[in-house]
């Protein structure tokens, strides 16, 4: 427990010199976007390359996969529910709160709270494969139906395999599937600059946190609340339901699957939502509290099953 917390310390140490280093303009203004164009597109995929390059397959993928896509459906659809009983906004609104409050920062902040908490940070691909294979996809469809506009099939099949953490997460399934031992002149880059991925996207989280101002609109505060408490307490306390009772896990994976259900709701959200000009505002808001929740949420979640 005490190891974990520590972990949570440093983690948020670092995203206050992010947020430091936004407030002083370190780097520029746009240095914040930098880092995480740099994260996402080199860093982020050499480190989950080379975790799943030696991860155990069989283990993580039969337990994390079922859990990820049941809890995520089911959170969703609690969301979807409540919109046509309570809110009654239009389907695009609704696609993007059941969005916020079921898809998880896998990439920015999964990564580096699995390593500190977990050891390492093999869940994290499977929850990102999910989301990013099946749930993306069919968000992005029900946003182009919606627009009015004709979604392209090419576009829904293709948008997860040109994501490079997609392509670096197959590429390192298939290494530890064969067995292939790559070249120390290959591997040796690959896990320098894996272990850059973490320090930069913290860094990038909090620099994004300066100038936020959560719940500034009053239109759509109950949506917004609603959302977040999906997100930060119901998504983490079905997953150990489903996980503890359903699939019979054992300590160890039941707290992996929790903490990666505790993550806040991943950016993507907002950017989904600014890119078809639906409930912007909404998921904005949304990514912003539940990132301030995650971590009361992950120190109970460590608290209680760590």
């Given amino acids: 427990m005490v190891g974990v917390l520590i972990g949570f310390a440093i983690v948020g140490a670092v995203i ?15 240095a914040g976007q930098a880092l995480t164009q740099t994260a996402f597109f080199i860093t982020n995929p050499a480190l ?17 996969v079922p859990i ?5 459906l089911a959170t969703a659809g609690l969301y979807v529910l409540l919109s ?28 580096p709270i699995a390593l500190y908490a977990l050891g390492n940070a093999t869940p994290v691909a499977p929850v990102l494969l999910i989301q990013l294979l099946l749930l993306a996809p069919a968000y992005l469809t029900i946003l182009d139906l919606s627009s009015g506009r004709k979604p392209s099939l090419k576009n829904i099949l293709t948008q997860p395999f040109r994501n490079p953490m997609i392509i670096a997460s197959f590429l ?23 272990g850059a991925a973490v320090p930069l996207v913290l860094m990038a989280f909090g620099m994004s946190l300066r100038g936020s101002r959560p719940l500034k609109v009053s239109e759509g505060r109950t949506e917004v ?13 079905l997953t150990y339901v ?13 707290f992996g699957a929790v903490i990666m259900a505790a993550l806040p709701s991943a950016q993507n959200v907002f950017l989904f939502a600014s890119r078809y000009g639906r409930g912007i505002t909404m998921a904005r808001d949304v990514v912003l509290l539940s990132s301030a929740l995650a971590v009361p949420a992950l120190i109970v979640a460590a608290w209680l099953l760590a």
């Fill in 68 to 72: 990820a896509l049941i809890t995520a």
């Fill in 48 to 64: 989950l390359f080379t975790v799943l390059a030696q991860a155990d397959l069989e283990a993580v993928f039969s337990a994390y």
């Fill in 84 to 111: 046509r009983i309570w809110f009654r906004r239009p389907a695009a609104e609704t696609a993007v709160g059941a969005m916020a409050s079921s898809y998880v920062n896998a990439n920015n902040i999964g990564i």
């Fill in 242 to 254: 489903v996980a503890t009772f359903l699939f019979r896990l054992d300590a160890e994976l039941v």
């Fill in 16 to 30: 206050v010199v992010g947020y430091i280093a936004a407030r002083f303009q370190i780097g520029g203004p746009h």
């Fill in 225 to 237: 609340i609603v959302a977040t408490a999906l997100k930060s307490a119901v998504m983490p306390l």
């Fill in 172 to 194: 390192g399934v298939a290494v530890a599937w064969t067995g292939v031992e790559l070249p120390e002149v290959v591997w040796e880059p690959l896990m320098l600059l894996g």
